[in-house]
């Protein structure tokens, strides 16, 4: 139960910090030679921080249940519609490529390589967010499709999801705390399709100390994504995504020498 709640831990900070979660959890449950399966263990913690997210954006979403039935809110249903857009790509990929993505948990070289694509789009985005020029409060169709596009390599374990979604909203012209809205708003259908898709190929839960211990992690989860979403909010108003940059980078590289040095993968 304690590791479950240091995994908890670990996913509500870097769910929503751009340093990637589920790098992370593949470190942490190596370290902590954790046996819940990896895929339940996952969709448990994220669970968790869906909820704070909800919690955080609950106005945001709010508007959009509304938007979807009424046609007083034009703004609201056009964000709903790209939101809509912006979700195919995981989708089509989570769908597709389901057995290789659960493969790719193995490889902590995987995770390594990854982490440094991360670091680059950090890098990218907070080059593009201090040209200084004017930005938009609202994407574009198209600007949907690429921070689809972007979320969709955040099935591999190293690639942040807030980090991709976040730099391609940026690199795109939108403004900085509309990019961080539209990041955590995209990634409620990721979670819960992962979720689905992830319950429905496991036979059985487990027992009851391992059904407790996916609770405390859960719990864990929520409580500190809600922290880490406004330590979000913060940093990006603040132009410190490039810090996240360079913290990814140096993990991504230690990973990788790690990884060749003792065969971890």
């Not at 410190?240 to 993990?251: E, H």
């Amino acid at each position: 139960m304690i590791r479950a709640a240091l995994l908890g831990i670990v996913q509500g900070l870097t769910e929503f910090l751009p340093v990637s979660s589920s790098g992370h959890l593949v470190l942490a449950r190596r370290l902590l030679h954790v046996e819940a399966p990896a895929t339940l263990l996952a969709v448990v913690l994220h669970l968790g921080t869906l909820v704070s997210i909800l919690i955080v954006f609950r106005h945001e979403v709010w508007r959009l249940l509304r938007a979807a039935f009424r046609r007083d809110d034009p703004v609201g249903r056009r964000w709903l519609a790209k939101l809509i857009v912006a979700s195919v790509p995981i989708a089509v990929v989570g769908w597709f490529a389901a057995s290789a993505i659960r493969t790719a948990f193995d490889s902590t070289l995987l995770v390594g390589i990854c982490l440094l694509l991360t670091a680059g789009l950090l890098f990218a985005a907070h080059t593009a967010a201090k040209r200084g020029t004017s930005r938009r409060q609202e994407p574009r169709v198209r600007d949907a499709v690429l921070i689809g596009l972007a979320q969709a390599t955040a099935v591999l374990p190293g690639v942040s999801r807030s980090g991709a979604t976040l730099s391609a909203a940026l690199v795109c012209g939108l403004e900085e705390q509309e990019a961080v809205r539209f990041s955590f708003l995209l990634s409620i259908p990721a979670v819960l399709g992962a979720a689905a898709s992830e319950l429905l190929a496991i036979g059985e839960i487990g027992g009851v100390d391992q059904v407790s211990s996916l609770v405390i992690g859960g719990t864990a989860a929520a409580a500190v994504g809600w922290l880490a979403i406004h330590g979000v909010l913060i940093a990006v108003r603040r132009g410190r995504l490039g810090w996240f940059g360079v913290y990814c980078a140096l993990l991504g590289v230690t990973t990788i020498v790690v990884s060749m040095t003792v065969g971890a993968s």
